[in-house]
Structure formats: C-alpha cells, structure tokens
C-alpha cells in the first residue's frame, strides 16, 4: 500500500489492474487440461485478489473511497469470476456446462452481496453505531442495485438496530453483540472469493469444473442461508434478553 500512495496511484486504478489480473487468470483457467495452466490460474487470481483488497485499503487510507468506486470493486469482483466461469464452460462445450456456469454466476452475486451486507454490518454495530432507518441506495443504477442486495436485510434487521440504539452503552452493547455475533459471520466468511479461488483450482486438478458450480450453487448457498439465519437469530435473542429502558436515551446514528 505505501508504494501505491508513494507514487500517486488511485484505487480505482488498482481495481483497474486487479482486473487485468483476472482477466489473465481467466485465459489460464481456460487451459485447465494442463496442471501447469492450472498452477498459473491459482496465482494469476491470487494477485488479482491481493489487489481487491489493496484498492479498499488505499481509498481508506487517501480518503477517496466513494460510493463509485465501491460499485466498481464489487463490479471487478464479479467480473473476473464471471470471465472465469465462461472460460471454463467454453472448455466443458456442453449445454449443461452453460447452464451449471449462469446458474453458478447468479448464486455468487446473491451470495457475495448478501455477505457484503452482513458483514458491514456486523462492523458497524460492534463500534456501537445504529441506524435509524434502512438506507435507501443512491447514485447511478448500477450503484443502486449493487447496494440494493447488500442492504436488502436491513429492515428485516430493525428490532436489534432500535434495540442498539436506545441502548444506555452502545459501545458495551455493540461489544456483547459482537461476542455472539462472531460466530455466525465466521461461517459466513466461507461466501469470500479467496474460498471460490480454492475451489476452482481443486475443481481444475481433479480434472471436472462442475465440482466447483455445485460446490457454489449447493454447498455455499447452504453456507449463506444457515449463515443469515444464524445471524438474525442472533439479533432476535439479544433483543429478547436485553430490557427495555424506562427512557428511551438519545440514538447514535451511522
């Protein structure tokens, strides 16, 4: 990161190169039949996800993050796994390979976001920070269906964001909330790319792409619906014990 500050260079423009990464990764994906190209896939695509982390790190650290470059993050993320997911049904030329890859495609969005959602969340709360009310996308149509998906369980989630925000300590309550809470998002952290990653390339060397489209449609969609469900029966017993202030106390709002 300090080298990329160093010399000026933008986040975006890191999103940019992650995405070159990715996209060579892709073309090696595409020659999965050699182990070789297998190998350059796994660390093409590990570059490319050092700099999806790398972009976030240097638009904190300039104080340049924005609701664009957010949508453009999570667009190059997509993205990528989308040129990866073709390549490899272009090499399976089958019918059912097409379907299993766009079937696979649309869980990742689903999955990703809702993780995404959760998981700022989850760092919101334990700083002790509610919000009053869901937030309402703005920005261009892209930023706002991006952000649609990710904020998609807000209002589901208000019992436990008044519940925080009239809380006497927001900061001690967000802490105990966090202790229950970890759990949960730790299971949920297997929606991240860096899992994806793993799977395409076991997937590649046993020699059969589908094992890595199930494991996405099947396996990781379990993980988010037992995760989100996990999550919010975490929220609801935390309410449930937690009582009432005689006076409600002024709420910290995001």
Known sequence: MPFAIARGI???AVSGAGLCLGAAAALAWAQWHDWRFAVLG??????????DGLDGMVARATGSASPFGRMLDGLV???????????????????EGWVLAFAAGGAHAVQSSLY?????????????VAIAAPAVPTGNA?????????TSIDSVAMPFERMLGQASDPV???ARYGERATPPLRLLSLLTANVRVAA??????????????????VALTIVAIIGLVWHRR????FVQSTPRPKAASRMHLS
């Not at 995404?116 to 002790?128: D, Q, T």
């Not at 975490?234 to 017993?237: G, H």
Request: hydrophobic share 55%.
């Open 172 to 174: 001690a309550c967000g």
């Open 10 to 12: 933008s986040a975006n």
């Open 234 to 237: 975490v929220e609801r017993a």
């Open 116 to 128: 995404e959602g959760e998981r700022a969340r989850f760092h919101r709360r334990v700083k002790g």
């Open 142 to 150: 892209l930023v706002r269906l991006y952000d649609s998906f990710a």
């Open 42 to 51: 796994l660390l093409l695509s590990m570059g490319w996800l050092i700099a």
């Open 200 to 217: 395409i390339f076991v997937a590649c060397f046993a020699g059969n792409p589908r094992i890595f489209w199930w494991f996405e449609i």
């Open 77 to 95: 993320d997509h993205g990528v796994f989308a040129m990866i997911y073709v390549a490899l049904a272009i090499t399976v030329g089958t019918a």
